[in-house]
């Protein structure tokens, strides 16, 4: 990572500089496009926000143009031959050429800081932070190829950089890329059939409606969003407490997508659910994004702990939503995105009515909402109010007894064996008056617990269940730290929008929030907002392609990389708004395009001049996600379980695993077969606690955002599926299946390749299926039965059941 | 471009492998193992992203083992000698403590309850709960002004391993593995032994890689049974049947790759397979402890009930050490109150235990690295998330709170200096007095010793470049390297 590997380091990014001007013919040099990322690259760290060697830095204008410690100037405008930067990146002299290490620049790359010096070096605002371009699909040669305006876009530039595209992909290939695509799983034989026999032209259109209206479209969509968002069902720390309800919030993400709500509203729910015009038991559901994050029943520091709850909501909103990366601001202005301290607290405000998600002993107050009529939950809750006083009453009487107890037994109290101590010893340690006391209360107690048992079963919801409609005003805090406040600051927008502060009225007496996040979601869900449908098309893309316009796809700003597409992802972007924001709209347009048809194999030349694909000449191959991996392998065994919706469940976790906490198995339940065997996006997700193939295959760590999961490849998913209970159940289903379905034992080793890979099996296969059976047979002794069983594991763990093309 | 600590770095600090991963994750895996084919991948061979990198300084130790005594031991009954505290017990003092039972601003001496000898040719005082440790001083250094975040398990646990109070950061070893990589294949980098009587609070949550890819996340070691989850093949199935498949996996997998070369990936989970295979039979044999002598495993106290769980797991680190793995975590307690180190009843029966279970084993795992020449290249961490205050936690009994405010861990091996003692608690071990050192610091000297410079090892996440000892600069501890 240091030192040698330097080289190749620059010659990747020299790949991707000049990709970035390829395909454009008549290519004028663009400072956001060309100049800037160059700067950034190769000069930055020495020469940027952290470091001004020779009093030049280059990350603004003003320095970047200013006089230099030596007298002379870096850059100045509109006269290459004057600028300083351009003879020491030209240098042949090898100790005054810039950069000192790695490759020179290249003739290119030096031409591109010439032409943009000559334009007399125009500083443009970072491509991100101007509203999206109102652009017009691009003239391209290859008409035919054009199925709508996303392949002009695509097209124009394969022309430009004479690449042309690949052919399409076969139908087999295109349902099966189809069917993962939009619902996770594959598609059955019965399914598959039935499309491949499909004469009709629109067939293609049709499967991909049939698709989106399936209820698994939701779970597969929705699982990307609950990755932005950290989902999880559990507070994480010591005791890593259950959220409870929280598959609500999981289910209604699910829902949104399958109902194809718009994805304005869909923010706004989340955001101020509870404060919309119209707020039904679904928005208020919603507002459990609130009560997603990790959260410490016992911080060291309670203030800290607040404003690093805040935090969490900060980065996750603004990173999900906005594409920001804010969280620098926290302590000081953010070093390259224009955004000044002010604005991470200014962003802050707007959630200053979130309560903390509990307190300890009360995790139920601010974060759940009783959802049952008006009289009934009151009656709940003035009578939880009752028992608590109660129990505190109680527990204050225990404690003068248990101050009496030797300290080992005073220690026991504070454990799960606490009644056991209070029953054995504490009338020992009570005078009889005492005692007399305890014995009324606990009387009380009992009877204030019957009634409220009497009551009917409430509703509950993971939301906002208290707000703080009139909060303290909000400082800026100085080097992030809580305890030290500076100016104050009102609930502002980033300044980087350049949009007016708001005016938001105090709450008026009575109101149960305060009316700040309302206005901050109508600004974030605004056709105005020129970051919110940019990030969401881009997403979009990115889980269809494997990767965005904008890799990274959490950060637009300038740390980010820039689009390989910027015409197309602002044309998206100004198509989603107009077409009210719909995902399934957006899913058909792309899905149509001849984009997305293509072959995923590559050819030489092509490989040559775009190893990475960033023209789109091809589609990329990709591996199956840990979820999909495991549904594929319940689907083809015929268990799946395709239930949607409901409380999360608790397949099978091995011992050794429940064994590595601190009391074993705890907060794992058991369920059913048939409801282990659910899709993966129902299991349970306890942060301390996650399911282990699913980790093997890069479940993201659950505690912040993920914009995409890591594609890793190590020997420990081998041993996951050679070897866990798992995979050797499935492989005996799987056995089971092909045995049912298939008589002789060549058609069940082909079954069991058809079933897996959707597609008939080869002769090769077929042979080596065979010979693997007969080989377990005669050397190892293995039963026919059992071999097949080995065989249809082998089946599996072929990269073909794992890889898409 | 040199940044002011001598290490290349290109833009913002990103390293070319972060910016991979950064950027690899969203990427086309067939991309990103086309870039990382300038690391001298070629197709057909194993991407491994634990792949060894050379230290980027000169490293003076290779590997770590961090012996983690769960719950806090109290140091002023271990290694912090308070002569003045004799005669003081049961006197209610004014002192400012915080603990589990939140902040008291007075409290009731509990003197230490062990007497104190001095050892070696440094003198260094050591109480009887640790003769066999005593007898290792001159090996040792001493850090008496430790300081903590918090003094609640969950969090400080987590600042211990991971350096941040808040879940969801990396741990030590998934930084040592991510900046080091590992040398051996056929071993997990990272490896956490836990307690027979559980994990510690928060499991997982102690070994995990954070925002980095669970490939750096600590692999759980077991000394019985498979010592990683789903290493052998199902129970009556054979090795050469295992063979077999793979054989016939590989043969079908590369006809499958034939029309898909370009893809790397296909080829490294190909290999991926192999190298698991080659697991199965050697992670078997690095706890295959018969191959030890009688001599051996009598040092480490296994014929004995009271040490034989946490000696052997010393010996399995030693043995572990030896075949390359590069940070090595053996717990000291699990699970809750008295089966670890957090003496809230009573300080005798809970730490008598605990030392009792650990002295032996401890002792015999530097005398074992020294016979062998890999004491110089091996750094031994011991401690715990925090101490213990000087007072009593409940009216009655011997009990003592969590203390964050100063505590004793040690170090020795890997570089470190042997015999000398920094930093110092006061009168009454309630708080770091003379040069206080936060956790931070422990932690950039264990990089610094690994060869990674500890204010330059970073991981570009959220925008920001994440280090282990966080944004501001930390200084190792100089005294003792």
């Known amino acids: 990572m240091y030192g040698s590997r330097l080289l190749t380091l620059f010659s990747t990014a020299l790949i991707v500089v000049e990709l970035a001007t390829l395909g454009y013919a008549d290519a004028q040099v663009s400072f956001v496009r060309d100049v800037k990322p160059l700067l950034a690259r190769r000069c930055f760290a020495c020469h940027g926000p952290d470091a001004g060697e020779g009093g030049l830095r280059l990350h603004e204008l003003k320095s970047a143009v200013a006089e230099l410690d030596s007298g002379s100037h870096a850059i100045v405008a509109g006269q290459p031959e004057e600028s300083v930067l351009l003879a020491r990146v030209a240098s042949t002299d090898e100790f005054a050429r810039m950069p000192p290490e790695g490759k020179p620049l290249s003739e290119r790359e030096i031409e591109i800081l010439r032409e943009w010096i000559a334009a007399g070096a125009p500083w443009e605002k970072h491509w991100a932070f101007v509203p999206p371009a109102q652009v017009e699909p691009p003239e391209v040669k290859e008409k035919a190829w054009v199925r709508n305006a996303i392949d002009a876009f695509v097209l124009a530039r394969l022309e430009g950089a004479d690449l042309p595209p690949v052919p399409p992909a076969d139908q087999r290939t295109l349902a099966r890329r189809a069917y993962f695509d939009l619902t996770g799983l594959p598609p059955s034989q019965e399914e598959l059939q039935q499309f491949l026999s499909d004469d009709d032209p629109q067939a293609w259109e049709r499967l991909i409606d049939k698709l989106l209206a399936s209820p698994h479209y939701g779970e597969r969509w929705g699982r990307h969003w609950l990755d932005l968002v950290r989902y999880a069902e559990t507070n994480s720390y010591e005791r890593d407490g259950a959220k409870p309800n929280a598959w609500k919030y999981r289910d209604y993400v699910i829902e949104s997508f399958n109902e194809d709500k718009s994805y304005d509203q869909f923010l706004r729910e989340q955001l101020a659910g509870d404060e919309l015009d119209e707020v039904t038991e679904e928005t208020i559901i919603a507002t459990g994004y609130y009560r997603l994050g990790v959260w410490d029943d016992e911080p060291a520091d309670p203030v800290q702990a607040r404003y690093d709850e805040w935090d969490n909501l900060i980065s996750t909103t603004s990173q999900a939503m906005l594409g920001l990366t804010v969280e620098c601001a926290r302590c000081h202005d953010h070093k390259i995105d224009p955004i000044p301290q002010a604005d991470y607290y200014g962003m802050l405000a707007f959630f200053a009515d979130v309560t903390p998600y509990g307190e300890r002993g009360d995790e139920e107050t601010n974060s759940q909402w009783d959802l049952s009529p008006r009289d009934e939950s009151d009656q709940r809750k003035n009578l939880r109010k009752a028992i608590k006083e109660i129990e505190v009453e109680k527990t204050s009487m225990e404690e003068v007894g248990i101050k009496r107890m030797p300290a080992p037994d005073q220690r026991l109290t504070e454990t799960s064996d606490r009644q056991q101590v209070l029953d054995e010893k504490l009338e020992r340690y009570l005078n009889p008056s005492e005692w007399e006391l305890y014995e009324e209360t606990l009387a009380r107690l009992a009877a204030a617990r019957k009634e409220f048992d009497a009551l009917p079963a409430a509703k509950m919801a993971l939301a906002l269940g208290t707000c703080e409609p009139h909060p303290a005003a909000i400082h800026i805090m100085q080097r992030g730290n809580p305890h030290v406040p500076g100016d104050e600051v009102a609930p502002h927008f980033p300044e980087l929008f350049g949009d007016a502060v708001p005016e938001i009225p105090a709450a008026e007496p009575g109101a149960r929030s305060a009316g700040r996040r309302r206005v901050l979601a109508d600004w974030i869900a605004s056709p105005d907002n020129m970051l919110t449908a940019r990030v969401i098309v881009n997403r979009v893309w990115q889980h269809h392609f494997g990767r965005g316009l904008v890799r990274s796809s959490s950060n637009f700003g300038e740390l980010g990389t820039p689009p390989t597409h910027p015409e197309l992802l602002d044309w998206l972007a100004n198509w989603f708004v107009a077409h009210n924001w719909e995902l399934k709209a957006l899913h058909r347009l792309i899905m149509n395009s001849s984009t997305y048809r293509m072959l995923s194999q590559g050819n030489e030349r092509a490989l040559a001049m775009d190893p990475t694909n960033d023209l789109l000449w091809r589609f990329d191959m990709r591996r199956l996600s840990g979820e999909e991996i495991r549904d594929a392998m319940l689907a083809v065994t015929g268990e799946l379980n395709r239930d949607v919706y409901g409380p999360s469940v608790f397949p099978p976790m091995p011992q050794e695993v429940l064994n590595t906490q601190s009391m074993p198995g705890k907060g794992w339940g058991k369920s059913s077969a048939a409801e282990a065997a659910r899709r993966s996006v129902y299991i349970h997700l306890k942060r301390s606690l996650l399911p282990p193939l699913l980790t093997a295959f890069d479940l993201p760590d659950v505690d912040a955002s993920c914009e995409a999961r890591f594609v890793t490849v190590q020997p420990g998913q081998a041993l996951t599926l050679l070897n866990s209970e798992f995979a050797h159940e499935r492989a005996e289903k799987l056995a089971e299946r092909v045995s049912s379905e298939r008589a002789d034992l060549t058609a069940q080793v082909a079954r069991a390749v058809e079933l897996a890979l959707n597609r008939p099996a080869t002769e090769g296969e077929i042979a080596a299926g065979r010979g693997l059976i007969a080989r377990l047979a005669k050397g190892h002794e293995l039963t026919e039965r059992a071999a097949l069983e080995t065989w249809c594991l082998a089946v599996l763990n072929l990269n073909e059941f794992v890889y898409l093309d | ?481």
């Open chain 2, 1 to 481: 471009m040199k940044n002011t600590n001598g290490t290349t770095r290109n833009f913002c600090g990103r390293t070319r492998r972060e910016f991979l991963w950064e950027t690899g994750c969203g990427f086309g895996a067939a991309a990103l193992a086309s870039l990382l084919a300038g690391d001298g991948v070629r197709a057909g061979e194993f991407a491994n992203p634990l792949a060894a990198k050379p230290a980027p300084f000169p490293a003076k130790a290779k590997s770590v083992i961090f012996l983690f005594m769960y719950g806090g031991p109290s140091h002023i009954d271990t290694f912090d000698y308070k002569p003045s505290m004799v005669g003081m017990d049961g006197k209610t003092i004014a002192v400012k403590t915080f603990g589990r039972g939140g902040h008291k601003n007075e409290g009731r001496i509990i003197e230490p309850r062990w007497k104190f000898k001095q050892y070696g040719e440094c003198g260094k005082w050591v109480s009887d709960l640790f003769p066999h440790v005593g007898g290792c001083v001159d090996d040792i250094a001493f850090l008496h002004s430790m300081t903590a975040e918090s003094p609640i398990h969950g969090s400080a646990m987590l600042m211990m391993n991971s350096g941040r109070l808040q879940s969801g950061n990396p741990a030590i070893g998934s930084w040592l593995n991510y900046g080091l990589g590992t040398v051996n294949d056929n071993l997990p980098g990272f490896v956490v032994m836990l307690d027979r009587s559980g994990g510690p609070i928060s499991g997982a949550k102690n070994w995990a890689s954070g925002y980095m890819p669970a490939t750096y996340a600590g692999t759980v070691f077991r000394a019985e049974g498979s010592p990683i989850n789903d290493l052998s093949p199902r129970a009556g199935s054979s090795k050469l049947e295992q063979r077999e498949v793979l054989d016939t996996l590989g043969a079908l997998n590369e006809q499958h790759r034939q029309s898909r070369a370009d893809n790397t990936d296909l080829a490294a989970r190909i290999a991926s397979y192999e190298l698991a295979f080659k697991m199965q039979s050697h992670a078997p044999e690095a706890v295959d402890l018969s191959q030890e002598t009688v001599a051996t495993r009598s040092l480490y106290g296994l014929d004995r009930e009271q040490t034989h769980d946490f000696g052997t797991r010393c010996l399995l680190a030693r043995r572990l050490v030896e075949r390359g793995v590069r940070f090595i975590q053996v717990y000291s307690g699990g699970a809750h109150n008295d089966h670890n180190w957090d003496a809230h009843g009573d300080l005798v029966v809970n730490h008598t235990k605990h030392a009792g279970a650990t002295d032996q084993p401890i002792a015999a795992l530097l005398t074992d690295l020294k016979q062998r020449g890999l004491f110089d290249e091996t750094l031994v961490v011991w401690g715990g998330e925090f101490g213990r205050q000087p007072t009593a936690e409940y009216a009655v009994g011997t009990g003592r709170d969590h203390n964050s405010y100063g505590f004793t861990m040690w170090m020795a091996g890997g570089g470190i200096k042997g015999g000398v003692s920094v930093g110092s608690t006061d009168e009454i071990g309630s708080n770091a007095v003379d040069s206080p050192m936060h956790v931070k610091r422990l932690h950039a000297t264990i990089l610094q010793q690994m060869g990674l410079d500890p204010n330059s090892l970073s991981y570009f996440f959220r925008g920001l470049d994440q280090k282990l000892v966080g944004v501001e600069h930390v200084d190792l501890i100089a005294e003792i390297v």
